[in-house]
């Protein structure tokens, strides 16, 4: 009995696929937009100090309430795995589109 080798070409498309879908689903789900809007929430405790420092007649500015706890993961990776999914979505809406036009002027 002949074993088959195994297809690396296949192997190394469905993990780059699958990696992509990650990567698509988490920019699409709004994850990062909702990370970088809850910098801008303000807690109760931020909030009331707020009234009470309006109330005081004090100078306020909105950005001495906001606390600033984001950390920047982005790395080559994250940075190059973005990249790639822009082309890929181009590749799908530009690309796709086009070919179902030709296919629709050549048929219709």
Do not use: C, H
């Not at 297809?7 to 992509?20: D, E, H, M, S």
């Not at 809850?38 to 009470?52: G, H, P």
């Amino acid at each position: 009995m002949d074993k088959k080798k195994p297809n690396r070409w296949g192997q190394l498309l469905t993990i780059a696929f699958i990696i992509f879908l990650g990567l698509f689903i988490a920019s699409k789900s709004g994850y990062y937009e909702a990370q970088l809007n809850n910098k801008v929430i303000l807690t109760d405790k931020q909030i009331a100090k707020f009234e009470e420092d309006v109330l005081n007649g004090e100078v306020v500015d909105v950005n001495s309430y906001l606390e600033e706890d984001r950390k920047d993961y982005a790395n080559k990776f994250t940075k190059a795995g973005d990249k790639f999914t822009e082309v890929v979505e181009d590749f799908i809406t530009d690309g796709l589109g086009e070919i179902f036009e030709v296919l629709k002027t050549l048929f219709y």
